[in-house]
Nanobody, 126 residues
Framework: QVQLVESGGGLVQAGGSLRLSCAASGRTFSPYTMGWFRQAPGKEREFVAAITWYSATTYYADSMRGRFTISRDSTKNTLYLQMNSLKPEDTAVYYC???????????????????WGQGTQVTVSS
């Protein structure tokens, strides 16, 4: 009943910027947390950033902190990821996710989230 659709990916040169969006739709949408994950070729999917929907408290993986900024617009049911100073190692498929209920799992755990988008490709050239 909830659908997440990512957009904004593409090809960018190293040092450039991209802004990813994740649009949520459904009869009702009131997540507790939304997050971004990514999966690079040959690597495991990893946590990027998350934000609580109500208070907008943000969380970042250490490697992303300082370059990436997560935000949300609750009036548009949209999640964003602003990515600056991109590096080739940022190349990955980026997924957004939403958690619709409380739980004890850590915010970076994939299993915490109930809904996932299909992903958007980000390619950073050197």
């Amino acid at each position: 009943q909830v659908q997440l659709v990512e957009s904004g990916g593409g090809l960018v040169q190293a040092g450039g910027s991209l802004r990813l969006s994740c649009a949520a739709s459904g009869r009702t949408f009131s997540p507790y947390t939304m997050g971004w994950f990514r999966q690079a070729p040959g690597k495991e999917r990893e946590f990027v950033a998350a934000i609580t929907w109500y208070s907008a408290t943000t969380y970042y993986a250490d490697s992303m902190r300082g370059r990436f900024t997560i935000s949300r617009d609750s009036t548009k049911n949209t999640l964003y990821l602003q990515m600056n100073s991109l590096k080739p190692e940022d190349t990955a498929v980026y997924y957004c996710a939403a958690d619709q209920h409380l739980g004890s799992l850590r915010i970076g755990a994939q299993s915490k989230y109930d809904y996932w988008g299909q992903g958007t490709q980000v390619t950073v050239s050197s």
